[in-house]
């Protein structure tokens, strides 16, 4: 099967809530009867783009219990924007490690970035889901009701 692995990647301030909610995800990927892995961008959109790119699939319960009780971003954040010619970049990278779900945790910028990803994927016939996790603490995310900061 083509595209059954997740790719998380974490942006904005670090806080509690970016371990937290990779956690969550990667709760959900491993009781998945669809996705096979999970894979995380090291600082964000700039390990997407740079192929900086670490398996998750395999860590232990009580890795995961301790990532979830760390303030910061396990991963490393970024706050690094997506550039038009970054685009075609991230869905090469994408499309090379079968990627089909994209995950980012982050506020606005971040949103925008998945949108962005999303409609490029789109327009190339490339099947990828893109879930924005919302976490920022100005809770101004549009048409989201609230957000953990």
């Not at 995380?40 to 301790?66: K, P």
């Not at 954040?77 to 997506?82: F, M």
């Amino acid at each position: 099967m083509a595209n059954t692995k997740a790719l998380v990647i974490q942006s904005g301030g670090s806080t509690p809530v970016l371990n937290r909610s990779l956690y969550g995800i990667a709760s959900e990927v491993g009781q998945s009867q669809v996705l096979t892995g999970l894979t995380g961008a090291m600082h964000g959109l700039e390990g997407l783009l740079s192929r900086d790119l670490v398996d998750l699939t395999n860590q232990s319960e009580s890795w995961w219990y301790r990532t979830a009780h760390t303030p910061g971003a396990i991963l490393g954040s970024t706050r690094k924007r997506l550039e038009l010619k970054d685009v075609p970049d991230a869905i090469k990278v994408l499309s090379e490690y079968s990627i089909g779900y994209l995950f980012i945790i982050g506020g606005n910028d971040s949103a925008e970035t998945g949108h962005r990803i999303a409609l490029a994927a789109k327009s190339e016939g490339i099947t990828l889901q893109v879930i924005n996790v919302p976490k920022t603490i100005d809770n101004d995310l549009v048409l989201t009701d609230h957000s953990p900061g």
